[in-house]
T-cell receptor, first 116, second 114 residues
Framework: AQSVAQPEDQVNVAEGNPLTVKCTYS??????LFWYVQYPNRGLQFLLK??????LVKGSYGFEAEFNKSQTSFHLKKPSALVSDSALYFC??????????????FGKGTKLSVIP | KAGVTQTPRYLIKTRGQQVTLSCSPI?????VSWYQQTPGQGLQFLFE???????NKGNFPGRFSGRQFSNSRSEMNVSTLELGDSALYLC?????????????FGPGTRLTVL
């Protein structure tokens, strides 16, 4: 069975500084990895995904993520944090679960606070 | 394109009642998945429907059920509500079932069981 770990419940960063939100995964076979963001009282918004190819994936709102197969990690990064980036971030892995279906499994989430 | 819509947005029920939640996917999307989000358990997969057939089911009791209609709209039903069913229920749609298809989420239905 697949699993995702987000080791930090909360990350605090000063506005303008680079940010990293960590994610490690466990899956049989090729991983399909995703990052989502959730603002208060809202659903999840898709940020980016890794399917295959370049290990550095660029996504929405200036976010990017680095896939590292040997470390089974998929950390989310942004060069310069904005106060508006403050939200809950979820890493997810999608893997084959039988019957032609791919189940999406989420990490527990990391709350990012960007301090002005 | 309009996004995923969910109705109602908020719902208050009492223990023992049943509830039906509705989800309209993005036009052209045929796969609909449901998730339960709680502070303690995080995001947990409930089930996935594709072409009116349930393709996958998470580890939830039989009180949780769903269906999908020919227009891809989906409903989920929870019978004999328990206090622990209080949660944000999220619906997500995607174009297909392929692993690389990202899911697009609705705003959720906040269910409170008293």
């Amino acid at each position: 069975a697949q699993s995702v770990a987000q080791p930090e419940d909360q990350v605090n960063v000063a506005e303008g500084n680079p940010l990293t939100v960590k994610c490690t995964y466990s899956v049989s076979g090729n991983p399909y990895l995703f990052w989502y963001v959730q603002y208060p009282n809202r659903g999840l918004q898709f940020l980016l995904k890794y399917i295959t190819g370049d290990n550095l994936v660029k996504g929405s709102y200036g976010f990017e993520a680095e896939f590292n197969k040997s470390q089974t990690s998929f950390h989310l990064k942004k060069p310069s944090a904005l106060v508006s980036d403050s939200a809950l971030y979820f890493c997810a892995v999608r893997a084959f679960s039988g019957a032609g279906s791919y189940q999406l499994t989420f990490g527990k989430g990391t709350k990012l606070s960007v301090i002005p | 394109k309009a996004g995923v819509t969910q109705t109602p947005r908020y719902l208050i029920k009492t223990r023992g009642q049943q509830v039906t939640l509705s989800c309209s996917p993005i036009s052209g999307h045929r796969s609909v998945s449901w998730y339960q989000q709680t502070p303690g358990q995080g995001l947990q997969f409930l089930f996935e429907y594709f072409s009116e057939t349930q393709r996958n089911k998470g580890n939830f009791p039989g009180r949780f059920s769903g269906r999908q209609f020919s227009n891809s709209r989906s409903e989920m039903n929870v019978s004999t509500l328990e206090l622990g069913d209080s949660a944000l229920y999220l619906c997500a749609s995607s174009q297909g079932q392929g692993a690389g298809n990202e899911q697009f989420f609705g705003p959720g239905t906040r269910l409170t069981v008293l």
